[in-house]
T-cell receptor, first 112, second 116 residues
Framework: EAQVTQNPRYLITVTGKKLTVTCSQN?????MSWYRQDPGLGLRQIYY???????DKGDVPEGYKVSRKEKRNFPLILESPSPNQTSLYFC???????????FGPGTRLTVT | AQTVTQSQPEMSVQEAETVTLSCTYD???????LFWYKQPPSRQMILVIR??????QNATENRFSVNFQKAAKSFSLKISDSQLGDTAMYFC?????????????FGKGTRLSVIA
């Protein structure tokens, strides 16, 4: 089944404790991206990747890192999480930037 | 920078009726894509419809259609024969495509309730 998976689905952590949210797709998509969703703000793009080893900042990249060492994986790294990073996070992939984006199920992150 | 505006935070419609959700955007680009996404209570993001700006014909997917007015920078979504399963948050989104390095930009969403 074609899908985008994210892990974990729920995470509660404390300020400053490094964490990684994994994202994997099995559709051989070149384009992948991360979004955060906050009430009243919609979805905002954090980072995106056009292909392996090619990443770029979205609208809200501060406090986040990404890597794209393999085509299928695009992990989101929070080196020192803060409470303002409490949010719902989505990973998405598509064959090309303008194509249909397949979203993962979301990761609910709470930073206390 | 591109912006997407959805002016209706909440809307409701009777089952089987038609409803139109508004979306306007601001861009200086000539080539781009527009999308409508649906987010039901399960939080899954589902693509409803997609429009390429260079195509004059409005996109249609079953009960969902758009009214794309490029000069007015307007991209409204019409849902015909509304069903209870259409209850969800709807997001309008823009993506430019000149150099390939333009992020996807979402509006703040419209919460649609379909009433039996």
């Amino acid at each position: 089944e074609a899908q985008v998976t994210q892990n974990p689905r729920y995470l509660i952590t404390v300020t400053g404790k490094k964490l990684t949210v994994t994202c994997s797709q099995n559709m051989n998509h070149e384009y992948m991206s991360w979004y955060r969703q906050d009430p009243g703000l919609g979805l905002r793009q954090i980072y995106y990747s056009m292909n392996v080893e090619v990443t770029d900042k979205g609208d809200v990249p501060e406090g986040y890192k990404v890597s794209r060492k393999e085509k299928r994986n695009f992990p989101l790294i929070l080196e020192s999480p803060s409470p303002n990073q409490t949010s719902l996070y989505f990973c998405a992939s598509s064959l090309s930037p303008g194509g249909e984006q397949y979203f993962g199920p979301g990761t609910r992150l709470t930073v206390t | 920078a591109q912006t997407v505006t959805q002016s209706q935070p909440e809307m409701s419609v009777q089952e089987a009726e038609t409803v139109t959700l508004s979306c306007t955007y601001d861009t200086s680009e000539s080539n781009y894509y527009l999308f409508w996404y649906k987010q039901p209570p399960s939080r899954q993001m589902i693509l409803v419809i997609r429009q390429e700006a260079y195509k004059q014909q409005n996109a249609t997917e079953n009960r969902f259609s758009v009214n794309f007015q490029k000069a007015a920078k307007s991209f409204s979504l019409k849902i015909s024969d509304s069903q209870l399963g259409d209850t969800a948050m709807y997001f309008c989104a823009f993506m430019g495509w000149n150099s390939g390095n333009t992020p996807l930009v979402f509006g703040k969403g419209t919460r649609l309730s379909v009433i039996a």
